[in-house]
């Protein structure tokens, strides 16, 4: 399981990459997180451009996979675009150039109700 964190601690977009990566490298995990956990499905947050994002507990090795994959694609740097998808306090983000919906990658951008 990966580490959790908080949105106050949440992590640089490379960090995040990083984590990700020895995630992948270190565990047999299917889940990254515990989607039952009383924290909520929200498990690693992270901080990029001013907003706040965070990938959800029962987000799958295989999406996983996926976007590192697309990371590397795009040298580090792959775009983020929000799909209109929302939920009462988060919108849902489309990777890479393609805007891709990556199955297993629930990543969402929080949506502050301030």
Same mark, same amino acid.
Request: charged letters at 30%; a negative charge.
């Given at each position: 399981?990966?580490? +959790?964190?908080?949105?106050?601690s949440?992590?640089?977009?490379? @960090?995040?990459h990083?984590? #990700?990566r020895v995630w #992948?490298?270190d565990?047999?995990? /299917?889940l990254?997180?515990?989607? !039952?956990s &009383?924290?909520?499905?929200a $498990?690693?947050w992270?901080r &990029?451009g001013? /907003?706040h %994002? %965070?990938? +959800?507990?029962?987000s799958?090795r295989a999406g996983i996979? +996926? %976007?590192i994959? #697309?990371? @590397?694609?795009?040298?580090g /740097?792959?775009d $983020?675009a929000l799909? !209109?998808?929302?939920?009462e306090?988060?919108?849902?983000?489309a990777?890479?150039?393609n805007r @891709?919906?990556?199955? !297993?990658f @629930?990543? %969402?951008r &929080?949506a502050? +109700?301030?």
């Amino acid at each position: 399981m990966l580490e +959790q964190n908080t949105r106050e601690s949440a992590l640089r977009r490379e @960090e995040f990459h990083r984590a #990700l990566r020895v995630w #992948l490298d270190d565990s047999f995990d /299917d889940l990254v997180g515990d989607p !039952g956990s &009383h924290a909520g499905t929200a $498990w690693l947050w992270v901080r &990029h451009g001013g /907003d706040h %994002y %965070y990938l +959800q507990a029962n987000s799958r090795r295989a999406g996983i996979r +996926q %976007y590192i994959n #697309l990371v @590397e694609e795009s040298k580090g /740097d792959p775009d $983020w675009a929000l799909t !209109g998808q929302t939920g009462e306090d988060r919108e849902r983000v489309a990777i890479g150039r393609n805007r @891709e919906m990556i199955d !297993g990658f @629930e990543f %969402y951008r &929080h949506a502050s +109700q301030r």
